[in-house]
């Protein structure tokens, strides 16, 4: 991570009240739409919506879903997505203070949810972090971000490297591979841009090592 949280947090809670309407690119709003689509919840899911920002993927997904709880380190960012969900008057969204790697949720997680927030922790910060979604258990992750189908670009708008760290795509499946999941879809939506759609299948004492010819 290229700034400490409280760096990123009091970033973003300076630019909330903005944030939305700053978020237009055809990429950004594409990739939001990707990431609804492919969580899918039914009516008895519960979502993790994490780096929730100002709830766009929490709300959207609400409608559908039994409970989603989105958290974020940005209080500014939280207080805009909380008046959102008053004005619309959804009552099954929670926000709250949390992070990828200390989420601050314990209960029943069936798919975790995240759009253009990942990219601004390191390579192992983001092992890390897919490590503790493994351990909710989900049966789904969607994750929307920066991500590098090619060779990087430090000039395309996607991202400012003096902030953000975005990794190659090989680096996430991987991350996502070592920790149990399957990748079901990957969409690009630019060459810096995508979706990721990876699944656990089984409960969590079947999802055990396939055994060697050793063993």
Known sequence: MKKTIDEHAARFSEAASSYDDEQDST?????ADLVVENAAPDADDVVLDLGTGTGAIALALAPDAKRVVGRDISEGMLAEARSKAEAAGIDNVEFGEGSFREPNYDGQVDIVTSNFAMHH????EKREAIAIIADLDPDRFVLGDVMFFGEPDPDEPF???????????????DSLTDEGFVLTGVERVHEQVGVLVAERYGTASERVSIPTEDE
């Open 159 to 173: 991202y400012s490297p003096e902030v953000d760290d975005p990794a190659t795509v090989g680096l996430l499946v």
């Open 27 to 31: 990429e950004y709003l594409a990739c």
């Open 121 to 124: 922790l390191s390579d192992d």
